[in-house]
T-cell receptor
Framework: AQSVSQHNHHVILSEAASLELGCNYSYGGTVNLFWYVQYPGQHLQLLLKYFSGDPLVKGIKGFEAEFIKSKFSFNLRKPSVQWSDTAEYFCAVIPLMEYGNKLVFGAGTILRVKS | DTAVSQTPKYLVTQMGNDKSIKCEQNLGHDTMYWYKQDSKKFLKIMFSYNNKELIINETVPNRFSPKSPDKAHLNLHINSLELGDSAVYFC?????????????FGEGSRLTVL
């Protein structure tokens, strides 16, 4: 089945460590790509998105993501994490050729940053 | 001044009961959604409405019936609740159609069926 895969369910890092969260999707056509974040006790919110153009996308709070079409990947990165980045991160895809253009989510990665 | 609000946040009920979850958005968006987050944390779309019209209806049992009295509200009614309905249900809204991808989510409603 077509899907969105996030490689790690739990990631634990120390402050100042670099972060890379993997995301792969299996849709063959044109896609829109997103990362959402859910901080503890808060609702899901958009971190960054890619529609077209420069495959390196910058989002809020120093996050960036790179779209590699040949690898069907959209990995999230941050050079130096902070304790406040502790949250759950969801990769999401809209496969544009599918009916309804629905947003399909990965299972999420829980990031815990140790201070 | 919450943008997307859901009530109730927690709901514990017995199998066989009927329950509703309400959602309201004050963002002036045209499109609203219901997503279900199961025990494995997958967020799956159930329904979407655009200006009160049903746009997406995923493979969801008939026991689930969305109702949109106006474009600011999308309520979810569930009949004859089953154990497998236990999940967190998220309401969301967007402005430019779902292909913009920027959805604004509510805080979720955790439903527990005993």
């Amino acid at each position: 089945a077509q899907s969105v895969s996030q490689h790690n369910h739990h990631v634990i890092l120390s402050e100042a460590a670099s972060l890379e969260l993997g995301c792969n999707y299996s849709y063959g056509g044109t896609v829109n790509l997103f990362w959402y974040v859910q901080y503890p006790g808060q609702h899901l919110q958009l971190l960054l998105k890619y529609f077209s153009g420069d495959p390196l996308v910058k989002g809020i709070k120093g996050f960036e993501a790179e779209f590699i079409k040949s690898k069907f990947s959209f990995n999230l990165r941050k050079p130096s994490v902070q304790w406040s980045d502790t949250a759950e991160y969801f990769c999401a895809v809209i496969p544009l050729m599918e009916y309804g253009n629905k947003l399909v989510f990965g299972a999420g990665t829980i990031l815990r940053v140790k201070s | 001044d919450t943008a997307v609000s859901q009530t109730p946040k927690y709901l514990v009920t017995q199998m066989g009961n009927d329950k509703s979850i309400k959602c309201e958005q004050n963002l002036g968006h045209d499109t609203m959604y219901w997503y279900k987050q199961d025990s494995k944390k997958f967020l799956k779309i159930m329904f979407s409405y655009n200006n009160k019209e049903l746009i997406i209806n995923e493979t969801v049992p008939n026991r689930f019936s969305p109702k949109s009295p106006d474009k600011a509200h999308l309520n979810l009614h569930i009949n004859s609740l089953e154990l497998g309905d236990s999940a967190v249900y998220f309401c969301a809204s967007s402005q430019a159609g779902e292909d913009s991808g920027e959805l604004f989510f509510g805080e979720g409603s955790r439903l527990t069926v005993l």
